[in-house]
């Protein structure tokens, strides 16, 4: 009985996160962030584009981009995404991300309320709390008014 419970177990693992998993997760909630209004603003995506180009060094973003709008399309599912990135970084880095989320969400110079959705549920599923999402939301805002 055990010896048949261990052979369905290893039929049924979850697949080896790759290295570029987090990348692509990554990728996945900016784009998700770039398109939650309704519109995909090409200030929001261009935003998208240099963070990406900033923290994936060595990866192409339209690269990252196009395997990201692929997994989209397969499994839209955002618990995915950031389950893949709370495995791989710590609770700081997690908060950093809301702060790049931050930046392309302003990106056109405005919160949408579906923006604002998108990242309080987004914290939520990085365990992030409101006061940190809040602060990180601060941080961006002074940093886009000292880059005006």
Same mark, same amino acid.
């Given at each position: 009985?055990?010896?048949? #419970?261990?052979?369905?177990? =290893? !039929?049924?693992?979850?697949?080896?996160?790759?290295?570029?998993?987090?990348? /692509?997760? #990554?990728?996945?909630?900016? #784009?998700?962030?770039?398109?939650?209004? !309704?519109?995909?603003?090409? =200030?929001?995506?261009?935003?998208?584009?240099?963070?990406?180009?900033?923290?994936?060094?060595?990866?192409?973003?339209?690269?990252?981009?196009?395997?990201?709008?692929?997994?989209?399309?397969?499994?839209?599912? #955002?618990? !995915?995404?950031?389950?893949?990135?709370?495995?791989?970084?710590?609770?700081?880095?997690?908060?950093?991300?809301? =702060?790049?989320?931050?930046?392309?969400?302003?990106?056109? !110079?405005? /919160?949408?309320?579906? =923006?604002?959705?998108?990242?309080?549920?987004?914290?939520?599923?990085?365990? /992030?709390?409101?006061?940190?999402?809040?602060?990180?939301?601060?941080?961006?805002?002074?940093?886009?008014?000292?880059?005006?």
């Amino acid at each position: 009985m055990i010896d048949r #419970l261990k052979t369905w177990f =290893e !039929g049924h693992r979850p697949p080896e996160v790759h290295s570029t998993e987090p990348e /692509i997760a #990554l990728t996945a909630l900016l #784009l998700e962030a770039t398109d939650v209004d !309704g519109s995909q603003d090409e =200030e929001e995506l261009r935003v998208a584009k240099e963070i990406l180009a900033r923290e994936c060094a060595g990866s192409d973003p339209d690269e990252l981009i196009a395997k990201a709008k692929s997994r989209m399309t397969d499994h839209h599912d #955002l618990v !995915g995404f950031t389950k893949i990135l709370k495995a791989q970084y710590p609770h700081e880095d997690r908060v950093v991300l809301m =702060e790049l989320l931050w930046e392309v969400a302003y990106a056109d !110079g405005k /919160i949408d309320p579906m =923006e604002d959705m998108l990242l309080r549920k987004l914290a939520g599923l990085l365990y /992030i709390d409101d006061r940190e999402r809040g602060l990180a939301r601060q941080r961006v805002e002074a940093k886009l008014r000292l880059e005006s």
